[in-house]
């Protein structure tokens, strides 16, 4: 299904992309430039400023290989998603925005997450979640790099001295 597939972007809250990431798909809205859909930009950051229809504060950005079909160029408002895929079109670009909408979530492949503000991507909302908010360690063991590293470090200088000695 994600043959030809275009790399768009989705803005969303931590707690929808959480979702997402936990059944690996994305759902219809029930509002939008084309009605109830799911809606992409190619710009990240144009993804953002469309969150929850231009009033929300978009905390994830969602990296997409959407396969977007058929495409019908629309102007804002002036159909519905329902109403083209009647038509017999899999997407909707809106004219002179950047904007794509698509109903069927299985021509939405997720790829990669990305924290709004943040420049690393990661495969997961896991991953990024420990990337942003590390666990606390077990505080009975010594952290590695504190105890590991030194050992190793003494034990090489003890190993020098006894080489250089001979």
Request: contains cysteine; positive net charge; hydrophobic residues 40%.
């Amino acid at each position: 299904m994600y043959q030809n597939a275009t790399t768009l972007y989705h803005a969303t809250s931590r707690v929808a992309a959480e979702s997402i990431d936990r059944e690996r798909r994305m759902h219809p809205g029930t509002r939008g430039f084309a009605g109830g859909a799911i809606y992409f930009s190619r710009d990240p950051w144009a993804a953002c400023r469309k969150c929850q229809h231009g009033r929300g504060h978009a905390e994830v950005i969602i990296e997409c290989a959407v396969s977007l079909g058929t495409c019908k160029v629309a102007t804002k408002n002036s159909v519905t998603m329902r109403n083209a895929v009647r038509q017999g079109f899999d997407s909707v670009m809106v004219a002179s925005l950047d904007v794509y909408a698509v109903l069927d979530s299985s021509r939405v492949q997720i790829l990669r997450f990305q924290q709004v503000g943040g420049v690393e991507w990661f495969w997961s909302m896991e991953e990024l979640r420990d990337y942003y908010e590390p666990r606390p360690k077990d505080k009975d063991v010594p952290p590695s790099s504190s105890f590991g590293w030194m050992a190793l470090l003494g034990g090489l200088c003890v190993l020098a001295f006894i080489l250089v000695k001979r």
